[in-house]
């Protein structure tokens, strides 16, 4: 079974990373750190069965966006032969690779690791759409200049859920 999460990263003295739980579980005060923020910095981890882990950290919404909804729309829908992710906040990209009932990641700053597309896609748009609603809850407890557009990334989300039922990956 493959484990997707994500988190965030701020900085209050150092540099802390908040997972989904921590957040979840004390959101007011953490909230509070993005109240001037433009945007968050973060991370999709993916975890293996085999407990090997790849990393992809950037703007959020950026992974949200590109390696959680447009992958798995390359790579159902067009058909593509691979899909490149480029980073937005630093030089670097991954790229996924599909085969048969596998998809390979490789890149860099990340190892080279293998999942089932079946398994793999529904877990990306999973955690995509985990990242939309702690998004809209932000911007309603005030974090108004977070410079995302979140009906765009819904909009994805919608489009990346009918994709992934008309290849009998979602119900």
């Known amino acids: 079974m493959i484990d997707i999460n994500f988190c965030i990263y701020i900085v209050d003295n150092n540099l802390i990373e ?4 921590d957040i979840k579980s004390d959101f007011k005060r953490y909230s509070s750190f993005f109240h001037d923020a433009e ?5 999709i981890l ?4 085999d407990k090997n882990e790849v990393i992809i950290q950037d ?10 909804f447009t992958s798995t729309l390359n790579l159902l829908r067009a058909q ?13 990209q991954i790229i996924l690779i599909p085969s048969a009932e596998f998809i390979r990641i490789m890149g860099d700053a990340v190892p080279i ?12 748009y999973h955690c995509g759409e985990r990242v939309i609603n702690l998004l809209r809850k932000l911007q309603q407890a005030g974090c108004v200049n977070i410079d995302v557009n979140v009906e765009y990334l819904e909009a994805l989300a919608k489009e990346t859920l009918e994709v992934l039922q008309a290849n009998n990956m979602l119900s």
Do not use: M, R
Not at 59 to 68: D, G, R, S, T, Y
Not at 113 to 119: L, N, V, W
């Open 59 to 68: 703007e959020l919404w950026v992974i949200v966006q590109n390696f959680c």
């Open 46 to 49: 993916i975890k293996s069965p």
């Open 80 to 92: 593509k032969e691979c899909f490149i992710y480029h980073y937005f906040s630093s030089y670097g």
């Open 113 to 124: 690791e293998s999942f089932t597309a079946s398994e793999l896609l529904p877990a990306l």
């Open 39 to 43: 945007t968050i910095d973060g991370a």
């Open 18 to 21: 908040l997972n989904e739980q």
